[in-house]
């Protein structure tokens, strides 16, 4: 894979159902991190682990869930959407020392009616 | 709190030379990124400080003031490619988390 990867690239969904975005990387990073992104706002943490095993709310957990089984796989899962959801989602990676850049897949756009 | 401030826009000419701001207030600071994203893309690394002072690298590069709270990006022989949004983004050593500004959208003009 060489990097990291989202996937869908967009998604239409109706409010209410359930949607899992899929995120793995390849690049033994410890830390994995999940942002939305909304026009005028930033990068927003949603949920973040910092090693295999371990997760931890960021600063819009609600409604989101994730689980870190394994290194590689980081899935954002939204239980029940809802259209204030509709954003931009970027995963991102990072080795896990002070210094070390944070890697971002490229995105899933993710539209709820 | 924790608070970080950026011009939203900026605009600027080819081949001329342009600063972006950053100021923070954040808690447990231990360093200040600087990133790229083109529209519709992912944000790219470009740099980062954790001491006091200017880190160049190339046609870039960013200084930090730890006891103002202050760092900028400087951008020197600008070219087309360089219309981005420049996000900055402060790292909190005590829980290995960014704290990102809104970023600063460029606009270069002929």
């Known amino acids: 894979i060489a990097g990291i990867t989202q996937a869908p690239t967009s998604q239409i969904l109706a409010a209410g159902r359930r949607m899992t975005l899929r995120c793995t990387q390849d690049m033994r990073h410890n830390a994995m991190y999940w942002y939305r992104q909304d026009l005028g706002l930033g990068l927003r943490l949603i949920h973040y682990s910092n090693t295999a095993g371990t997760t931890g709310k960021g600063e819009v957990p609600d409604g989101y869930s994730v689980s870190r089984a394994n290194t590689d796989d980081f899935p954002l899962t939204l239980a029940s959407a809802v259209p204030s959801q509709t954003s931009v989602y970027f995963c991102?990676?990072?080795?896990?020392?002070?210094?070390?850049?944070?890697?971002f897949g490229p995105g899933t756009r993710l539209t709820v009616l | 709190g924790q608070n970080i401030d950026q011009p939203t826009e900026m605009t600027a000419t080819e081949g001329a030379i342009v600063q972006i701001n950053c100021t923070y207030q954040t808690s447990g600071f231990n360093g200040l990124f600087w990133y790229q994203q083109h529209a519709g893309e992912a944000p790219t690394f470009l740099s980062y400080n954790v001491l006091d002072g200017l880190e160049e690298k190339g046609r870039f590069s960013s200084f930090l003031s730890r006891s103002k709270g202050y760092s900028y990006l400087l951008l020197k022989e600008l070219q087309m490619k360089d219309s981005a949004s420049y996000l900055c983004?402060?790292?909190?050593?005590?829980?290995?988390?960014?704290?990102w500004g809104a970023g600063t959208k460029l606009i270069i003009k002929p």
């Open positions: 991102a990676s990072r080795l896990g020392g002070d210094s070390d850049e944070q890697f």
């Open positions: 983004a402060a790292f909190q050593g005590s829980n290995y988390q960014l704290i």
